[in-house]
């Protein structure tokens, strides 16, 4: 990739509310860099899907801009922003059956004109392979499992190449041999390819172990910043409002597990 | 070691490219078929007479020649249009309302016109042309509505859907009252209408309808990227750079166009909208690229066959067309829906 000054996604201070007595997010001001992880953790309704949405320019905040490489994200041509920014959504919602080489060729579609070039086929026989789901290629994706679903979902959203790529709970329905297999995945991409990930995540341990900085979000509030600073018995408990503990694993690796308080 | 993962690889990826190119040959393949098909099935249609089927028709006279140019040849040509356009505002239907269950008639431009059709009975209108023209009209209305209601940046594809039906049950509604009040002989005419007819059309007709359905065909299939990527999902759509809004309206202008001309000259000739694109995608799958020519060829087999079964089934009588296609596609629908164990839609 070229290098590109100010290879970031930034937040500056967006305000966003879906009306006027609820604010979810109040002047939330965060980047997401080049070979960057960053986790988005918070409750429920806490404003993650939200700030994807933000992003994707589907919503429009009330103050604040976003900018995607130094451009504001709304002034962008469609096609131009999703050549920088890949989604995957937490589930597939087809409205008819796709095979899976279908389904993820569609990432190509800021690329394509009438008809899919041989890169594009290309490209998507490539990610393919990469995730060891070359073997399913023509199955209907609406017969696959969840574990394989979701991995369809990731491959679209690689195939995209882009420069970021945003994840809204792609551990959600997995297994967790499937969680370590996607997220060790998304970190090899991030690390090689120096590909800049938001990642929505609901389990703190994966989250502390996987991402480089956290954005932890509550009630019209958040906290910012590297992963080992922010994540800490008194912010989790105040955040999500349940007693932690923490345990240290006694290994070399020295990784702290977080687990509520159950009465 | 990594020299032989990376050949292996390679090798995956090469062979995954040639299945899909080579499944995409498959489906033009199977669209040239469905193309001869198509054309054989317009041979018999244009062959066929109240004496029995056959792909040659008789020039044996001159009234056979003047038959054939001013009455059967305008006929078979407006059975293709229909068929095309209905074909193509269900899978277009289909498509933006993200539903099987879509189709023009469910978008209520079908009750719109025969309510529209049924008030220029009412009112007795001097000509046939006055009918074609309230029919349309009230067809467009209707599809104002749904546009009104698709401008609305909210609103789901179920709105449309449960907007679509709400109106088809007012139209409905209307259409009941007029035969409530009108004559028996009114009451005949309206009811005769909806049955479906393509005796009614002449060159003029014909020319008009292909004015308003062939032009959209194509503008529709360059949508099929588009479309393709609304499958998967809006929000997807719109994260993949598609203007999922200006999209639906887009489409619903065509529909509104294609079908309100098929219908407004015809009558009501149920099913081939949602039952076609059914077909087709259980042949060519849901990439609207070959799904939509396959959903037109289906449509133009439909309609041909269903309008040669009319005319010879029980001759000299001509039992309406509205009739046949669904007892034709029916249970031709049903057989195709049993026999294959896939399922094709979520």
Known sequence: MSKIKNNTIQFNDISFSYNLYNTILENLSFSVGEGEIVGLLGPNGSGKTTIFKLI??????QAGSILIQGQDNRLMATFERAKKVAYAPQDFTNSFPTTVFESVLMGRRPYIGWGPSETDIQRTAEILESLDLSDLAERQVN????????KVILARALVQDTPFVLLDEPTGNLDLRRQVEVLNLMRNISQNKRIGILIALHDINMASYYTDKV???SDNNYLYGNTKEIINKDTLEKIYGVDMNSYMVVSESKETIWFPKIN | ????????WLFMAINTYNNFVILQKKKLFTIF?????AIVSILIALGSDEEGLSFIPKFSSDMDNKIFLLLRLPRIAMAVLVGAGLAMSGTLAQAILRNPLASPFTLGISSGASFGAAISVFINVMSVWWTIVWAFVFAMATSAIIFGLARIKNS???TLILGGVAVMFLFGAGTSLLQFLATEFQIQSIVFWGFGNLGRAGWTEVAIAAVCIIPPLPFALRLSWDLNALVLGEETAQALGVNYHALRLKCIALISLMSAAAICFTGLIGFIGLVSPHIARMFLG???RY????????GVILVSLSDTLSRTIWSPQVVPIGILTSFLGVPFFLWILLRNKKEYWN
């Open chain 1, 143 to 150: 017969r696959m499992s969840g574990g394989q679903k979701q």
């Open chain 2, 291 to 298: 799904l939509m020519p396959g959903a037109i060829l289906f």
């Open chain 2, 1 to 8: 070691m990594g020299g032989f993962f990376f050949a292996r």
């Open chain 2, 286 to 288: 849901s990439e609207h």
């Open chain 2, 156 to 158: 789901r594809p179920e």
């Open chain 2, 33 to 37: 078929i469905l193309f001869l098909f």
């Open chain 1, 56 to 61: 994707l320019a589907l919503l429009k905040p």
């Open chain 1, 215 to 217: 954005v932890l979000l």
